[in-house]
Nanobody, 122 residues
Framework: QLQASGGGLVQTGGSLRLSCAAS????????MGWFRQAPGKERAFVAT????????LYGDSVKGRFTISRDNAKNTVYLQMNSLKPEDTAVYYC?????????????????WGQGTLVTVSS
């Protein structure tokens, strides 16, 4: 089970940190990802991190502004979002995949959290 939190309302240029807490004892066996879905749009890849936390991959629109990290001792993955823009407004979902490598394709994820809403005002 995945529980996302940390969303909210922020002004353009501001920052937020999302958290996703996972239950279970095999958290480090899963790659973790963040996706987002804006109103009327498809769910889109944001970032992913491998099980050990050693490698990451980002979507083009967030490179240099967002940072994904994980704390396997706490079974938690984070998404630090800086320099936020109105186009970052979306529901953000965390997800877990048992597949090896850095996965940017949503259907390759096995488990999903409930989503947390991020709204960036202009």
């Amino acid at each position: 089970q995945l529980q996302a939190s940390g969303g909210g309302l922020v002004q353009t240029g501001g920052s937020l940190r999302l958290s996703c807490a996972a239950s279970g004892r095999t958290f480090s066996s899963y790659g973790m990802g963040w996706f987002r879905q804006a109103p009327g749009k498809e769910r889109a890849f944001v970032a992913t991190i491998n099980g050990s936390g050693g490698t990451t991959l980002y979507g083009d629109s967030v490179k240099g502004r967002f940072t994904i990290s994980r704390d396997n001792a706490k079974n938690t993955v984070y998404l630090q979002m800086n320099s936020l823009k109105p186009e970052d407004t979306a529901v953000y979902y965390c997800a877990a995949t048992s597949r090896a490598g850095l996965i940017a394709v949503r259907f390759m994820y096995d488990f999903w959290g409930q989503g947390t809403l991020v709204t960036v005002s202009s």
